[in-house]
């Protein structure tokens, strides 16, 4: 996968939901649930998704917060791997919020 460019970058998160922010070489959003069991549900689904898909997330919880961050390591930033994903992670939490 090859790196975007800033405007590359530019026109993916104006196609994604607007809760994605770029911050340095990520893409980043703060997903909150009604419960523990809600955002555990959504981490378990989105796990599966990121696995088919051979790219994982830096990912965090606490109680009902889940905290994602996408970037492709072995590019040394943003590709459409992270967009891709992060488009089907909105899809995800859709089922969940």
């Known amino acids: 996968m090859e790196k975007l460019t800033a405007q590359q970058i530019q026109e993916q998160l104006a196609r994604i939901h607007k809760s994605w922010q770029l911050r340095d070489n990520s893409i980043v959003c703060q997903f909150i649930f009604s419960d523990f069991t809600e955002a555990f549900s ?21 109680y009902k917060k889940v905290n994602i961050e996408l970037s492709t390591h072995d590019a040394g930033g943003l590709t459409m791997k992270d967009f891709e994903l992060a488009d089907k992670i909105d899809k995800i939490s859709k089922r969940y919020l």
Do not use: C, G, I, R
């Open 42 to 62: 959504f981490m378990t689904a989105v796990a599966l998704v990121a696995e088919k898909a051979d790219h994982h997330p830096n990912w965090d919880n606490s």
